[in-house]
């Protein structure tokens, strides 16, 4: 088996839901018809540890993702080693058509990137109406994920009381 971050350090189960939850931004990749990827960042939402993309009808991501080619994704953060964490999606997608979950989907995306009164909230929802926008579940076949973070140690200081007799050692 090799050794990998998912294997040392890996990110499951609760966690990795509530990572996924937290971040904002996902890198998906699809198979065009010529067979090149097609990848792009985008925002998503994450209910009952089901992921949620907005697509607006002129991207590629919607038709690619449901004609049968594989679907990958990437959710990470971490500037520096010990701060490395994500989860690697592999699945499919497939459209949301109740209306109900579309208007439950908007406000969960509302709450994660806006707030009451900001600049561009309704320019985003307004633009999606005009756009086409349809949502996508991405189907989990395979989650991958690994937090170096678990592992890593604090550098803080620390205060010891050792016996007497141990004076002569630095601590």
């Not at 010990?82 to 592999?90: C, D, K, P, S, W």
């Not at 969960?108 to 307004?126: C, Q, S, T, V, W």
């Not at 989990?140 to 007799?165: F, Q, Y």
């Amino acid at each position: 088996m090799a050794i990998t971050a998912s294997t040392t350090n890996p990110l499951k189960g609760a966690k990795r839901w509530a990572y996924l939850a937290r971040a904002t931004t996902i890198r998906v990749a699809t198979v065009n018809d010529d067979g090149s990827l097609y990848l792009t960042p985008l925002w998503f939402v994450v209910r009952d540890q089901r992921i949620f993309l907005p697509l607006d009808a002129g991207g590629r991501h919607g038709k690619n993702g449901t004609s049968g080619r594989p679907v990958s994704a990437l959710v990470d953060s971490g500037d520096e080693f010990v701060t490395v964490a994500g989860v690697r999606i592999l699945g499919r997608l497939e459209a949301v058509n109740d209306e109900n979950a579309h208007g439950e989907l908007e406000a969960l995306m509302f709450d994660k990137y806006f707030y009451e009164g900001h600049p561009y909230a309704h320019r985003y929802f307004e633009f999606g109406e005009f756009a086409g926008r349809v949502y996508y579940e991405l189907v989990v076949d395979k989650l991958i994920g690994w937090d170096s973070r678990e592992t890593t140690v604090s550098d803080t200081p620390e205060r010891r009381s050792l016996p007497a007799h141990i004076g002569d050692r630095l601590v």
